[in-house]
């Protein structure tokens, strides 16, 4: 057992984990925080999709104790069904998911996403790597590790558009 | 309620909730991770421990030993599960295999053992430590090698295995257009993104499984059945599925080896079916080899059509049903369609979203696209030509209950653009790519099954639905809030819905696109017979009463429902039985699929530049639910097209690609903007929703309409699926292809 501090969604979690425990699994059975999803445990999916130091990773791809001391945002931590985060809002508006398995692993995602092409991070769908910016094929792009089996792929990308503005209709 | 007549005008036509796209009521839940999945049980199974599954390492023959003195001796490790064990068990009707193998192996992967400890690591480290012995045999695992031995199947859910009408051999022989084609679909694997899962605890002789499972009521009796106890000392709990397409409709292997493993240990038990376990556990979409041959005069209309198609199986399994559509979808006075089974020792084949229909027209329509090129007609004109207003089998005296085949080519068409395509294949070019345009046929049938619920009100006016139907994504939730809402006059908000639980009235479930209408027109059935108690409590003639705004109405005077209900409730049940109206006409959805695809030059990469569809099932429930289902079956329908094949490994027996990385799937950048057209549409005479399905209508051709968009961009006809950049290269020589 190794003692593992976190801190997840601001507030600070003292653990003792078996050190083979994943992020994933500390969210999941340690801290009883459930709204991560396991899909594939083996980074294949991006169910587990999660943002640590403000940056989104595969939580199955990664042992707790490589945290310490890290600050992580889950699901739960953008908001709750009473207090929407407005990309939690827009999924429900866009109806950008069907069974909801893959949907906060989504989220987690592109509320990153945005925050990576605000900060001017470029992908491999960049043509301008001097100008950064909002595109569908962007999006499309960085949004393609999480996989939806149930494919809400246009209402997803309806939903990121609609919460970075760029909602043409 | 029995409905046996066609339905005539009712509360539902109103239209004001139902009709109307809604946000889903279980959105907010979703979207916060609040909802509760079946490994999350936290809340009602506090202290579970973990359970891990060890499968088999071969596909056939025999356990000769099991040595698990170093797993049991591991740490944390609380039990161990295996034949040796698990007492007498027998098989859930709706399984082929045996949940838990041994000695007899039936497939790879099927499950041996479970491994019980107290952390999930501990449990999957342990589990690495048994020792097991086999006794390989030899087994069948190539469907191409068995086709010979393949014999007709019995009658199942798909019909008969064979379907004549008229003289096909002679009818085709004189035909001045044949077409004779052989194409090949592979097996598919459902890959929802929860793998299987349960929780299960035993107090005394009752047993509750949380856990992830379409069927409810089906899956409640089959574990009952397999553990020999009765179905009522057994309680499933199923509210949210992260997914199914028919992977989630029967008993499998988690759920049992939960319930034995938590009866093993004296406390609650969790299993999940590891991804790279899911696809050789599990069930899958079988492969198939099909012929297709189509005899037409020269305008394209056909006279002579016939579809034989060969699948295999476990033995006692079923065929993959891909002539269906045959038999209903295009005229002709002659036909044939006929399934032949093989015996294969793969892992159980089984339903996987539109059986049948979804790989048959991945066959047919493309014929139909050779048959067009051939008569040189137009292929959506070709299509419409060759429509029919009743059972073609039959004749007239089996007529469609309603079928606006047509509307849907023609509107599809106009909406996509269809006339700006070149008709000549390899003409089209775009900087690198070379693009083309095809479009497809889209049927299923439309299949009902008796679905109960029951239906209160509290003292303010608050209504709840109970039922045990399943939302696997499909949207139940908010329909039947929708049903409820509309039958009783109140707002939405005013609806609470629990789904999932086998305490709850036994429903349709979730299944073969029979789900929504079925559990709404149960939901339907139970409200009526609320509004006769709540009409009865106001002293109300129950037929002219009328309800809204939460209150019961008849002339000008009124009632609140909640204080008629009163402060104990007041509560209803009933469910809704289906006639014979299924056997007087034929039941189908249809739709046009239509799609431009983008093929590079040089790399043969297909990338889908543009995907539509119009589409004609019923009253549309909730069209902002429905479009997405229909969305996400093109989506899948597009990954059947240019990616999905589980590998077969002829020589041991087993899927090789089988986890989420090796098995593709659509992603992100796979899919453009879809759009989806539904056409007005009410059908009586399917139930008192006057809808139909819809939830797997979007699957069927939308896979053709890629095939056949790849053709007319390159000149290069696939009949292999998936369509991949090998096969086109191949092919490359003398095509449009640089
Ligand atoms: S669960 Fe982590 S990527 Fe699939
Ligand atoms: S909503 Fe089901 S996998 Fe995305």
């Known amino acids: 057992m190794v003692a593992v501090e976190l801190n997840v969604n601001g507030r600070e979690a003292h653990l003792q984990l078996d050190p083979r425990t994943t992020l994933l699994d500390t969210l999941r059975e340690h801290l009883h925080l459930t709204g991560t999803k396991k899909g594939c445990d083996h980074g294949q999916c991006g169910a587990c999709t999660v943002i640590v130091e403000g940056r989104r990773i595969n939580s199955c791809l990664t042992l707790a104790v490589m945290h310490q001391g890290d600050k992580v945002t889950t699901i739960e931590g953008l908001g709750t069904p009473e207090r929407l985060h407005p990309m939690q809002r827009a999924f429900v508006t866009h109806d950008g998911y069907q069974c909801g398995y893959c949907t906060p692993g989504q989220i987690c995602s592109a509320v990153a996403v945005l925050e990576e092409i605000e900060a001017g991070i470029p992908s491999h769908?960049?043509?301008?790597?001097?100008?950064?910016?909002?595109?569908?094929?962007?999006?499309?792009?960085?949004?393609?590790?999480?996989?939806?089996?149930?494919?809400?792929?246009?209402?997803?990308?309806?939903?990121?558009?609609?919460?970075?503005?760029?909602?043409?209709? | 309620m029995k409905f046996d007549s066609p339905a005539t005008s009712n509360p539902i036509d109103r239209g004001r909730v139902v009709g109307i796209p809604q946000d889903r009521i279980d959105g907010p839940a979703k979207v916060t991770g609040t909802a509760p999945y079946a490994y999350e049980r936290h809340d009602a199974a506090p202290s579970a421990v973990y359970g891990w599954i060890v499968g088999s390492a071969i596909a056939k023959g025999r356990i000769k030993a099991i040595d698990s003195q170093a797993a049991q001796a591991a740490p944390g490790v609380l039990g161990i599960v295996t034949h040796q064990n698990a007492g007498p068990l027998d098989k859930g009707n709706m399984n082929t295999a045996h949940l838990l193998g041994g000695p007899q192996i039936e497939h790879f992967e099927q499950a041996v053992a479970l491994v019980i400890a107290d952390t999930l690591e501990n449990a999957r480290d342990a589990a690495r430590l048994l020792r097991i012995d086999y006794a390989p045999e030899k087994g069948r695992f190539d469907l191409a090698?068995?086709?010979?031995?393949?014999?007709?199947?019995?009658?199942?859910?798909?019909?008969?295995?064979?379907?004549?009408?008229?003289?096909?051999?002679?009818?085709?022989?004189?035909?001045?257009?044949?077409?004779?084609?052989r194409y090949t679909t592979p097996d598919q694997s459902h890959a929802m993104l929860e793998p299987h899962a349960t929780t299960a605890a035993w107090n005394g002789d009752q047993l509750t499984l949380w856990t992830s499972n379409q069927m409810v009521s089906w899956s409640a009796g089959d574990l009952a059945k397999t553990l020999r106890i009765p179905k009522e000392n057994v309680r499933l709990v199923s509210p949210y599925i992260g997914g199914g397409f028919g992977a989630k409709l029967f008993l499998r292997a988690d759920a049992l080896l939960a319930a034995l493993g938590a009866r093993t240990v004296g406390r609650p038990v969790k299993v999940a079916i590891a991804r790279p376990q899911v696809p050789n556990n599990t069930t899958h979409r079988p492969a198939t080899i099909q012929r297709v041959r189509i005899g037409a005069n020269r305008n394209g209309v056909i006279d002579a059509i016939a579809h034989d198609v060969w699948s295999g199986d476990l033995p006692g399994g079923g065929?993959?049903?891909?002539?269906?559509?045959?038999?209903?979808?295009?005229?002709?006075?002659?036909?044939?369609?006929?399934?032949?089974?093989?015996?294969?020792?793969?892992?159980?084949?089984?339903?996987?979203?539109?059986?049948?229909?979804?790989?048959?027209?991945?066959?047919?329509?493309?014929?139909?696209?050779?048959?067009?090129?051939?008569?040189?007609?137009?292929?959506?004109?070709?299509?419409?030509?060759?429509d029919v207003q009743h059972d073609p089998e039959v004749g007239p005296s089996r007529p469609f209950s309603s079928r606006k085949f047509v509307e849907c080519l023609r509107q599809g068409a106009d909406r996509f653009g269809w006339s700006r395509r070149h008709p000549k294949p390899g003409q089209v070019r775009e900087g690198r790519w070379l693009v083309g345009m095809g479009v497809a046929s889209a049927f299923r049938n439309n299949l009902v099954a008796r679905s109960g619920a029951r239906i209160g009100v509290d003292g303010k006016g608050h209504v709840t639905v109970e039922t045990d139907m399943t939302d696997i994504g499909t949207g139940s939730y908010t329909i039947i809030a929708q049903t409820a809402a509309e039958m009783l006059g109140v707002p939405l908000a005013a609806v609470t819905v629990r789904l999932g639980d086998s305490r709850f009235p036994a429903s349709s479930g979730s299944g073969g696109q029979w789900g929504a209408n079925s559990s709404t027109s149960g939901v339907y059935a139970a409200a009526w017979a609320l509004r006769g108690k709540l009409a009865e409590k106001a002293g109300f003639a129950p037929d002219q009463a009328v309800f809204e705004d939460g209150m019961i109405r008849q002339g000008n005077q009124s009632k609140p429902i909640g204080s008629l209900a009163g402060r104990e409730g007041l509560w209803a049940e009933d469910q809704i039985e289906f006639g014979d109206l299924a056997k007087r006409y034929a039941q189908a959805t249809f739709g046009a699929h239509f799609c431009e695809v983008g093929v590079d030059i040089d790399t043969a990469e297909v990338r889908v530049r543009r995907m539509g569809g119009a589409f004609a099932a019923g009253r549309i429930l909730n069209p902002k639910s429905a479009r997405s289902q229909v969305i996400g079956a093109m989506t899948m329908g597009v990954g059947a097209a240019l990616m999905e094949e589980l590998s077969v490994d002829t020589r041991f027996g087993f899927f090789v690609n089988h986890d989420m990385a090796e098995y593709?799937?659509?992603?992100?950048?796979?899919?453009?903007?879809?759009?989806?057209?539904?056409?007005?549409?009410?059908?009586?005479?399917?139930?008192?929703?006057?809808?139909?399905?819809?939830?797997?209508?979007?699957i069927c051709g939308a896979g053709a309409a890629v095939a056949n968009a790849i053709y007319n961009a390159t000149g290069i006809r696939l009949r292999d699926y998936p369509l991949t950049i090998d096969k086109l290269l191949e092919r490359g020589e003398g095509s449009a292809l640089a």
């Open chain 2, 319 to 386: 065929p993959e049903t891909a002539a269906q559509q045959t038999r209903l979808l295009y005229r002709g006075d002659h036909r044939l369609t006929t399934h032949r089974l093989a015996t294969l020792d793969l892992p159980e084949g089984n339903a996987m979203r539109a059986p049948g229909e979804a790989v048959g027209l991945l066959a047919l329509e493309v014929a139909m696209d050779e048959l067009a090129e051939a008569c040189n007609v137009d292929p959506v004109e070709l299509r419409i030509r060759n």
């Open chain 2, 664 to 698: 593709l799937v659509p992603v992100h950048a796979d899919i453009p903007e879809q759009d989806v057209l539904f056409l007005d549409e009410l059908d009586d005479k399917s139930s008192p929703m006057k809808a139909k399905g819809v939830g797997e209508l979007g």
């Open chain 2, 145 to 181: 090698a068995e086709m010979g031995s393949a014999v007709a199947p019995e009658t199942g859910f798909g019909g008969p295995a064979d379907t004549r009408a008229g003289d096909f051999d002679a009818a085709f022989a004189r035909a001045p257009v044949r077409i004779d084609q």
């Open chain 1, 125 to 169: 769908a960049t043509d301008d790597l001097e100008k950064v910016a909002f595109s569908d094929a962007e999006v499309r792009e960085r949004m393609s590790g999480n996989i939806c089996r149930c494919a809400a792929y246009p209402n997803i990308i309806a939903a990121i558009r609609d919460v970075a503005g760029e909602d043409k209709a």
